[in-house]
């Protein structure tokens, strides 16, 4: 009796578990295919989304690290370079104004200053003539004395009269000399002219006047 009861409930256990058996099968392949179809559409979404985002637009064009096109950079560069040769070019045309005007500059300063210096000179020369005439008339008057000591005194005054009337002129005209080139260095550093520009003259030069 116990072997035939062992035995019926083994065979029961058996034939619960063989029909067991496709329903988890079933279960595990629905299973199975619903996390196949869930990847599926997950590597889906990833590659659609990838390929989208990574993928070239033919209408747009290839631009660089800083957002610019080679034709684009070709054409900032080729600008670049014109705006610098018109600037060269208008440095150019500034410097040549620049040198003109000072060349026009200099001609009226060294006109004032030579006119200035000729004025001087004129009125220095007339200062000695007149002073040169007076002379020969005092010393004329002089030698019509008959009186030794009244002609002396009258020889003596000619000549004093005549140095003083040097020195007055010669001082007149040493004043005129310096104020004209003093006026002359204020209108050669007005007119912007240096070192290179040709002139080195100075008040030395007239030294000798």
Known sequence: MIKRYLGTA???SLMATTMALPVLADTAN???NSNVNTNTNSNTNVNSNT???SAVNPDKPNKGKRGMTKEEKNLLKEQQRLEK?????QKKLEEAAATAAMLACMQTAVTTRETALLKATE???TAHKAALGSRKTALVEAWKLTDLKARRTAIKT???TYQKSLYEANKAFRAEKRAAW???YTDRKTCKANGN???AMTEGADASL
Do not use: I, P
Not at 85 to 89: D, F, T
């Open 10 to 12: 083994v065979l029961a």
């Open 30 to 32: 629905d299973n199975s």
């Open 51 to 53: 390929n989208t985002n």
């Open 85 to 89: 040769e018109k600037l060269k070019e």
């Open 123 to 125: 009125a220095r020369y």
């Open 158 to 160: 000619a000549g004093v």
């Open 182 to 184: 003093k006026q002359f």
């Open 197 to 199: 520009s040709g002139d």
